[in-house]
């Protein structure tokens, strides 16, 4: 059973890897996974023993951290910072969720189509290298004299 104040793993659940085994993967050294983790940014389960035992969360993790890294050219300090992000995203997502649930239904679709981008917001350029774009609506005449709406795109900054 997993103990969430020491995350130490039991040998009944779901097979994890060690140290040694995550280091091969991804062809790092264990000490430099051992640096991870007393940076914070990986959090093996413990044995009883003391042993790392790694989860496939926290491989996924780890390979994410690398992709940043090796990839992208960010340090470690900027992969913490990109991670503490994506968890306070994905918790205002879950926050979000909870106040979409208590608004009725027309106010619900409306947000739910402002948070997708299909209103206003960022959105894919569409176009290769481009990034984001702004979409917003701005009014126009149309040649009855009746002003209708139509979309404006911008470059995002």
Request: aromatic share 4%; charged share 30%; proline share 4%.
């Amino acid at each position: 059973m997993m103990d969430e104040s020491n995350r130490q793993w039991d040998m009944k659940q779901e097979p994890l890897l060690t140290i040694g085994t995550v280091a091969r993967m991804f062809e790092l050294h264990q000490q430099t996974l051992r640096e991870y983790e007393r940076e914070g940014l990986i959090k093996p389960r413990r044995t009883a023993g003391g042993t790392r035992m790694y989860s496939p969360q926290d491989v996924e993790r780890l390979r994410f951290i690398l992709v940043l890294m090796r990839d992208m050219g960010v340090n470690l300090a900027g992969a913490e910072v990109v991670l503490r992000m994506q968890e306070q995203i994905s918790e205002m997502e879950r926050l979000m969720q909870m106040v979409l649930a208590q608004l009725d239904e027309p106010v619900r679709q409306r947000m739910r189509s402002f948070l997708e981008g299909s209103e206003f917001g960022l959105v894919r350029s569409g176009q290769a290298g481009q990034g984001l774009a702004v979409r917003k609506r701005i009014p126009v005449e149309s040649p009855g004299g009746e002003e209708k709406e139509t979309e404006e795109k911008g470059e995002s900054q």
